[in-house]
Structure formats: structure tokens, C-alpha cells
């Protein structure tokens, strides 16, 4: 018996009959000889790991642009956050770890550079629009590996597809949107927790508001700290799942948290002290898209390419939505900025 049938067959009796089981798997998109020593979910989560977008995700931002302060959060570390009370989330429940982190760890390797502001001017620009959770599915199907793909499981992809919701509902009331497994669900969830937590104290960190400013209401209901509010939203998540025997909230908690997450929007996200900066970079990107559609042997020199994979525009999209800011921000600079004149020696 090999490593990864045991652990098979432990699967089958530790977890909850609502959990995705590894050998449940509907498959790759590829058929490959399985892994002797790991299950299908956690070969996922390993390539994700491993591949070059979860890497870039360190030089990406989250909330607030290139922050010289240590300990403001990067698109990295929010999805450190995710698959950490994701996983929590999902043990108590008796899900499938290996399938939420897999899913967390993937869930934003399609964001572009300068958090949703590069997501907003690739959107209004791209023929198409532009969604970021479609961009990661795209990364994991078809950008890595030199165009190969990481090939994961579907429940892998489908969760990562269906993580977005941006004012939507934070658990799916809609069929279409609603993922097939509670490990995608809960990823879902716990993705929204995080961010409202982390941008939170990320905004008091930067002077953009003061702890006194949030909610009166959801600090008397959800707590007075960073680390309250998460086990509160956290709690109240394991209860109502185990209670409902579904993914689920109840409604007073749910209002609170939709609560927080106006406030963000109206007072962070939205903020001049915030906002502005976005706007120059929305021309960094409108700038160098426009530039490379409209020069496509400029794009194949500039990366080196032979040929285009697809037609110019997506392969020009692909490009630049996996750009790191410091990336885009030293393109920009080289291809549209006078550089300082070197008297030849």
C-alpha cells in the first residue's frame, strides 16, 4: 500500500461525510499518474506553492501602495490570512484541509498590480472586462509553467473561480455562484473575514481612520480588537455551519460584517488619502496596455517572445496582470520616462 492510499483512507474516516475526499475528485483537466505519497488536493496546494504567480504575490498590493512600513499587507500575506481561517474554519467542521488551502493559496494569483485599481482600468479597457478570479483560474490553466498549467483538480479550480463577491453576498444564495464544495465555501468566507480584519488595521496603522471611528454597533457586538473581531466572525461561522449542518452565518453577525465592509469602502477603499494614488496608477496601466497593443513587436521583444499565444490584446492583459507593482512601476519608467543622458567613454 503506498503513502497516499493511506492517507485515502484516513480521509474516509476522520472527515465529515460532507467533505470532498480526495479519491471523490472529478479530476485534472489532464489525465497524469497520481502522486504515491500525496492525495490529489494537497499535489495542489504543493504546485501553487511552487509556481512563480504565488511568488509575485509578495510585491503586489493589497490595501495601500508599495508601503515602506514593514507591516502593512501584501496580496501574499492576505492570502496567508485567508487560508489560515479558512483552514481553522474548516477543521473544526471537519472539512478537508488540504482542499481549502489549496484553494486559498490560488484564489488571487490572477491580481493585478496595484490591488482592484489595476483591476478596474484592465476591466474598462480589455475587450471582455476583466475579473480577477477568472485571471487566477486562467494563471493555474493556462499561464504557468511556460503555458503548461499547474493542471489541478476541478474542485481546486472551481473553488478558485468562485471565491470573488466584491458587495455580493458573502455566502451565495445563487445556485450559479455557489460552489459544489463546502471547502470553497468556507474559503469564500474566510476570505472576506480577513480582508475586513487586515484592512482594518492596516487603515488605523496608516492614520486613514482611528479605532473610535469604526461602527459603534459592531464593536460592541463583534469586539473591540483586531484579534475579538476575527474569533467572533470565526466562531460565529463553526457554530452556525455545525448548527445548520450548511455553510452559513446567522443574520445578526452577517450584518455586522456587511456593516464593516460598507464602512471600508466608504472611509478606506474610497478615500482620497488612498484613492488618489491609484488614479496615477491607473495610468500606468492604461498607459503601458495601450502601448503594447498598439506595438506588438515592441510586446515580443519586450518579453522575449517569439510569436504571440493567443490574440495580441489577451496575451498583452496576461502581461501586465502579472506584473508586480515594482515591475510595472520600472516599465513604465523605462519605456515612457527620459532616461539621464551617459556621455560615451
Known amino acids: 500500500m503506498n503513502i497516499r492510499n493511506r492517507l485515502e483512507e484516513r480521509e474516509e474516516l476522520a472527515l465529515s461525510p460532507h467533505a470532498k475526499k480526495s479519491r471523490e475528485s472529478r479530476g485534472r483537466l489532464r489525465e497524469e499518474s497520481e502522486c504515491d505519497i500525496r492525495p490529489a488536493f494537497q499535489h495542489d496546494r504543493d504546485r501553487i506553492i511552487h509556481s512563480k504567480s504565488f511568488r509575485r504575490l509578495k510585491h503586489k498590493t493589497q490595501v495601500f501602495l508599495s508601503p515602506m512600513d514593514d507591516h502593512y499587507r501584501t496580496r501574499l500575506t492576505h492570502t496567508l490570512e485567508v487560508a489560515q481561517i479558512a483552514r481553522t474554519i474548516g477543521k473544526a467542521c471537519l ?23 489595476g483591476e478596474d482600468v484592465l476591466n474598462s479597457i480589455h475587450p471582455g472586462g476583466f475579473r480577477h478570479n477568472e485571471q487566477s483560474l486562467r494563471v493555474v490553466d493556462v499561464l504557468e509553467k511556460d503555458g503548461k498549467g499547474l493542471n489541478l483538480t476541478h474542485e481546486v479550480r472551481e473553488g478558485i473561480l468562485k471565491h470573488a463577491k466584491g458587495k455580493g453576498d458573502i455566502i451565495p444564495r445563487d445556485d450559479v455562484e455557489k460552489p459544489s464544495t463546502r471547502e470553497a465555501e468556507i474559503v469564500r468566507v474566510a476570505d472576506v473575514i480577513a480582508y475586513i480584519n487586515h484592512d482594518i488595521d492596516d487603515a488605523i496603522r496608516g492614520h486613514v481612520i482611528q479605532e473610535s471611528d469604526l461602527p459603534a454597533s459592531c464593536k460592541k457586538h463583534l469586539g473591540e480588537t483586531h484579534s475579538s473581531r476575527i474569533d467572533t466572525m470565526v466562531r460565529g461561522v463553526i457554530r452556525s455551519t455545525l448548527a445548520n449542518d450548511a455553510v452559513s452565518m446567522d443574520e445578526e453577525l ?22 488618489d494614488d491609484f488614479k496615477k496608477c491607473a495610468r500606468i496601466i492604461e498607459d503601458l496596455y495601450s502601448y503594447f497593443v498598439d506595438n506588438p513587436d515592441a510586446f515580443l521583444e519586450e518579453t522575449k517572445r517569439s510569436s504571440f499565444y493567443d490574440e495580441p490584446s489577451v496575451c498583452v492583459c496576461d502581461y501586465i496582470a502579472g506584473m508586480t507593482d515594482r515591475y510595472a512601476f520600472t516599465l513604465f519608467e523605462k519605456l515612457f520616462l527620459p532616461m539621464p543622458w551617459k556621455i560615451p567613454v
Open 95 to 117: 472539512l478537508n484541509e488540504d482542499l481549502i488551502e489549496a484553494i486559498a493559496l490560488g484564489h488571487d494569483l490572477g491580481h493585478t498590480p496595484f490591488g482592484h485599481a
Open 254 to 275: 452577517e450584518s455586522h460584517i456587511v456593516e464593516l465592509r460598507d464602512f471600508l469602502y466608504e472611509r478606506v477603499y474610497e478615500s482620497a488619502m488612498v484613492h
